[in-house]
């Protein structure tokens, strides 16, 4: 069976492994990351990170699932393709008793391998987190921690290549049941499988179904020190009304370390590929920037903080807040949708997108 997979994403590029492995005859179809954001007129990806969350516990046992299946497959992926993505540094989750009720109830659900933590085991576990007095935790010691999204499409590629796979580096302007249309002309599958992220409505031509939400996030620089230091920080995410994600330090392609919090504090939609456009060209919003500075000086008052920078990335959210993985016409499915969640689990949610093709 010929497949066109649209979108060399997280979704697409995991979709395509999977395809590639069951004996397709898979074709990946997307550009690369531009090399320069801020002038590129073309279409963007949300993996173009080093530091992406990975843990089990969520609020919904949907994600604990597919979490679960996916940090299961991680040595699996790193093996076929040699490149490494998966730091084990843990994963904390940190709210009222309210929050942190209803994250073990689903870990309860799901078998997930979670410590509870009361207001003094967080202060004792995490001196350098300033929390309310009131909060407890669910700390991840293993298999959770970041991922980088870069390696992460990197490995997918290079393993779904390795099985077979082909890549055609072209955007795609739309799609016809099994037909591809490119600048370069038109090409034809039996089936093809749209995984294109905050773009997916506009390469299917279908009014907007999915709400992109732009999101900055702010970059705090640190130095290697103040990293050592900080060598047992998990991942975060805290209750908060701007649903903030903190990663520990990583160092980045430009040589310098950062710790990294997103968490918008409203969201503002994006009408069209026109305006997602203009937002990552954009680079993010300053004053969501500065309310981050102010949130990590109070989460974290002792971090010496050498610069900040911000960035921009969207996110893609279905009406009930779960992936759309499901087949359209004959020829034509689609994988969307990660809610803000899609990265850690993209590999469960590609093979989904793939165990949809081979049902036809
Ligand atoms: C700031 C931020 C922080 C996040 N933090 C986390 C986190 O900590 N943990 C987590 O699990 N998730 C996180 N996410 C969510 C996660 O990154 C997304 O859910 C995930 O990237 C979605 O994968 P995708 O394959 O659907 O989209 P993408 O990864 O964006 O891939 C879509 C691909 O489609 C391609 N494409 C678009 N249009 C076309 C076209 N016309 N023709 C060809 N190709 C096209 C793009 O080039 C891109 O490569 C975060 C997201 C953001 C923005």
Request: a negative charge.
């Amino acid at each position: 069976m010929r497949v066109g997979v649209v979108g060399a994403g997280l979704m697409g590029s995991a979709a395509a492994r999977h395809l590639a492995k069951a004996g397709c005859d898979v074709t990946l179809i997307g550009p690369d990351e531009p090399e320069d954001k801020r002038s590129h007129q073309g279409v963007h990806g949300s993996h173009y990170d080093e530091g992406r969350i990975t843990r089990h516990n969520a609020l919904k046992p949907f994600w604990v699932e597919v979490s679960a299946a996916s940090i299961a497959r991680y040595p699996e992926i790193e093996a076929e393709s040699g490149i490494a993505f998966f730091t084990e540094a843990g994963a904390l989750m940190a709210g009222s008793d309210a929050r942190m009720g209803q994250v073990d109830l689903a870990a309860q659900l799901c078998g997930v391998e979670s410590h509870a933590l009361g207001p003094d085991g967080l202060r004792d576990t995490f001196p350098f987190f300033d929390f309310p007095p009131d909060f407890s935790g669910a700390y991840e010691r293993r298999q959770a921690g970041h991922i980088s999204p870069r390696r992460l499409v990197a490995a997918q590629q290079k393993a779904a290549a390795e099985h077979g796979a082909k890549r055609l580096i072209a955007e795609v302007r739309g799609v016809e049941g099994g037909r591809v249309i490119t600048d370069d002309g038109l090409l034809a599958f039996d089936q093809v499988l749209v995984a294109a992220g905050g773009w997916t409505d506009a390469v299917l031509g279908r009014p907007p179904q999915l709400d992109v939400y732009a999101r900055t996030v702010a970059l705090f620089e640190i130095d290697a020190e103040q990293a050592a230091r900080l060598a047992s920080m998990p991942s975060l995410v805290y209750e908060a009304p701007e649903d903030p994600y903190l990663l520990p330090p990583i160092r980045y392609p430009d040589g310098r370390i950062y710790v990294k919090l997103g968490g918008d504090p409203e969201d503002v939609r994006l009408d069209g590929p026109e305006a997602v456009g203009q937002w990552f060209r954009a680079g993010g919003n300053a004053d969501v920037r500065d309310r981050l500075e102010a949130m990590i000086r109070a989460l974290m008052p002792t971090l010496a903080i050498r610069g900040v920078t911000m960035d921009a990335c969207v996110t893609s959210w279905t009406h009930d807040r779960l992936p759309e993985i499901r087949r359209l016409d004959d020829g034509l499915s689609v994988c969307t949708g990660g809610n803000g969640a899609g990265a850690k689990c993209s590999d469960e949610l590609g093979r989904r997108g793939a165990a949809l093709i081979l049902e036809n």
